[in-house]
């Protein structure tokens, strides 16, 4: 049997699989129930070692590696990178497919990278986290709300110290509103703990990586943020540059050329929102005075304002990381500690 290339829609509940010969010739469409047994059963149809793409959408992990163990060549399409096709009058499963396949087939397609297992659940421990914590500042929100409807003043800047509990646990309220601040509270000190679980769970994942231990000495990078970097990054090695680290998290400037025009604007913002966060948010955290970065951020910031100058210190942030975790070291903090 000649090679084959195969392309899969997606979807949550049922998928279209269309093959293909190396010519493009069409030689099957089968629409299929989403389970491992019925995704096997099709591709191997396609005989052995077929190339393969579908698209990174909801919750294409099981089907890839499904396919990998098939023993089919597995590619993920970029779905920034296929949008042009989509932007067509009758849209159906099945043109989608194949113009997957085809795009493959014609070396043009725009490929994602396929994290392996053990990345894929490290995302999942440090996503669930950002989600818990953010959950988490929205019950503090509402508390905040609650009192101000009540008229109660809260003179300390963390409600949720040692101060603002005592606050609370003293203040006088209407029974609706003290019924819902308690409520929150208790689901407050719930989330809490899960978030503690789940830090526990990521050192322990973590804790012989060097590269994770290496990135924790860049200022304003502790544990959490270089969790993120660890297992939003994956493999460091597929970026041959951190220029190229830096435009895949989107803090690179966008570029637009044309003849001799050339427009530049905002950074692009397409790439790992948290991995963009977890740079930017390092800068917040700069203590050390004479560090080549605090002294990049209050030059920058001068000139251009904060947040421009915080994106640009972001970008140096994450060209450390990116030496971090390819050599588990970095040296320039260790040759210039003082430099201003």
């Known amino acids: 049997m000649s090679e084959q290339y195969v392309g899969i829609d997606l979807h949550r509940r049922r998928s279209v699989i269309v093959r293909t010969s190396v010519e493009?010739?069409?030689?099957?469409?089968?629409?299929?129930?989403?389970?491992?047994?019925?995704?096997?059963?099709?591709?191997?149809?396609?005989?052995?070692?077929?190339?393969v793409v579908l698209e990174a959408t909801y919750g294409w992990y099981w089907a890839v590696d499904v396919l990998?163990?098939?023993?089919?060549?597995?590619?993920?399409?970029?779905?920034?990178?296929?949008?042009?096709f989509k932007n067509q009058r009758v849209k159906k499963d099945g043109t989608d497919a194949l113009h997957l396949a085809d795009l493959l087939r014609m070396n043009r397609l725009p490929e994602s990278w396929i994290a392996p297992?053990?990345?894929?659940?490290l995302r999942e421990l440090v996503r669930y986290r950002a989600?818990?914590?953010?959950?988490?500042?929205?019950?503090?929100?509402?508390?905040?709300?609650?009192?101000?409807?009540?008229?109660?003043?809260?003179?300390?800047?963390?409600?949720?110290?040692?101060?603002?509990?005592?606050?609370?646990?003293?203040?006088?309220?209407?029974?609706?509103?003290?019924?819902?601040v308690r409520s929150l509270r208790k689901i407050i000190t719930l989330v809490d703990k899960e978030i503690?679980?789940?830090?526990?769970?990521?050192?322990?994942?973590?804790?012989e990586h060097q590269g994770y231990r290496a990135i924790q000495d860049i200022p304003g990078v502790g544990k959490v943020l270089a969790a993120i970097f660890v297992a939003e990054v994956g493999d460091v090695s597929r970026f041959s540059k951190p220029q190229k680290l830096c435009s895949w998290a989107g803090l690179t400037p966008r570029h637009h050329e044309s003849d001799t025009t050339v427009r530049r604007g905002h950074i692009t913002k397409q790439g790992s929102r948290l991995v963009r966060w977890a740079a930017i948010e390092a800068t917040t955290r700069i203590t050390p005075a004479r560090s080549k970065i605090a002294g990049d951020l209050r030059r920058i910031a001068a000139r251009r304002g904060?947040?421009?100058?915080?994106?640009?210190?972001?970008?140096?942030?994450?060209?450390?990381?990116?030496?971090?975790?390819?050599?588990?070291?970095?040296?320039?903090?260790?040759q210039y500690p003082e430099a201003a």
């Open 117 to 121: 297992p053990a990345t894929r659940e």
């Open 68 to 84: 990998e163990l098939q023993g089919a060549s597995v590619h993920l399409a970029h779905p920034l990178g296929i949008n042009g």
């Open 306 to 334: 904060t947040n421009i100058a915080r994106v640009a210190a972001g970008r140096k942030v994450l060209t450390l990381v990116y030496y971090g975790l390819r050599d588990g070291e970095i040296r320039c903090l260790h």
């Open 131 to 180: 989600k818990l914590v953010a959950l988490r500042s929205g019950l503090k929100v509402q508390i905040h709300a609650v009192l101000a409807k009540e008229g109660v003043r809260v003179p300390m800047s963390d409600l949720f110290g040692l101060g603002g509990t005592r606050l609370l646990d003293e203040v006088q309220l209407a029974r609706a509103y003290d019924l819902r």
């Open 196 to 207: 503690t679980g789940l830090e526990a769970e990521t050192q322990r994942v973590l804790k």
């Open 24 to 51: 493009g010739e069409v030689l099957a469409e089968t629409r299929i129930d989403n389970d491992p047994v019925s995704l096997a059963l099709e591709i191997a149809k396609a005989g052995p070692d077929p190339e």
